[in-house]
């Protein structure tokens, strides 16, 4: 199996994009660690994956604060002896105008979609330098971005600007990792059907609109993301870093309009 021997951290893998993400790489062979704040899903997820007669665990761990993100490195060493790959998926949304967005949920959004992925980031490639130095092969980081990193949308300012700042990080990443030869590339999807995309997208103008931008005219599934995933933790993607690989059914920028049939 293509991740057999390899041990993951998939954050914010109790739901959604991120829980497909350990499905797959638990049934590739991967021992997972799921990490996320929602204990009670998280402990089910990874039951349900143990059940499935694959490897996981799950460690409560809030992306925002440094100390949990120590303690989960530590906890996965301690399990499973080593980090190979860490996938950044844990995120929110927020939708609001511009001139009514509070401080507060600006500050909120950027501390959990973009400041814990650097947090998690630099937790972990600290952990992948002293396995390297050990003599264990380098591992890999998969940030999990979004269309919005290019595609900002007025109505979800805060989660348009991590975006963008979580592909720019992994390009400052893969740079300073790169002699490492610790890749990091970041995933782009479009609407994938979860919780999250729920949450904004709850009448059928909003889906319309949705698939009025999007070539392939449908929303995506979580699964489809974790393939994308796969492939950049695979040696198949050994020459791939610093890129945001975009998964979202050749969306198109606001000004494109394609027929949605009625
Ligand atoms: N659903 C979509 O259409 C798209 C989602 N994305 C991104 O994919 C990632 C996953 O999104 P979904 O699966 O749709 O969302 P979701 O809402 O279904 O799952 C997000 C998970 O992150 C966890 N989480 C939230 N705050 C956390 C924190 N501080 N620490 C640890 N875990 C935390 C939640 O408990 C939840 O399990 C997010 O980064 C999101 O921005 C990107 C593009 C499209
Ligand atoms: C919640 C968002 O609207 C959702 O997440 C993304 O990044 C895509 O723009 C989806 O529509």
Known sequence: MALKDKVAIVTGAAHGIGLACAER????????????VDEEAGE????????????????ACNVTERLDVRNLVTATVEAYGAVDVLINNAGVVHAADFL??????????????LKGAFLAAQTVARQMVRQIEEGRAPGTIINMSSINSV????????????????????????????????????????????????????????????????????IGEPREIAGVAAFL?????????????????????LNYMVPVPE
């Open 100 to 113: 009514d967005l509070a401080e507060e949920d600006f500050d909120r959004v950027l501390g959990i979609n």
């Open 25 to 36: 790489f638990a049934a590739d062979g991967a021992s997972v660690v799921i990490a996320d």
């Open 44 to 59: 089910q997820a990874a039951a349900a994956i143990r059940e499935a007669g694959n490897e996981a665990r799950f460690v």
């Open 233 to 253: 933790a695979s040696d198949d993607a050994s020459y791939v870093t610093g890129q945001t690989v975009f998964a979202d059914g050749g969306r198109l920028p």
């Open 151 to 218: 595609f900002a949308l007025p109505t979800q300012v805060p989660y348009s600007i991590s975006k963008g700042g979580v592909s720019q990080l992994t390009k400052v990443i893969a740079i300073s990792l790169a002699p490492y030869g610790i890749r990091c590339n970041a995933i782009g999807p479009g609407s994938i059907m979860t919780d999250m995309l729920k949450s904004v997208v709850n009448d059928k103008n909003a889906r319309n609109t949705i698939l009025s931008r999007t070539p392939l005219g449908r």
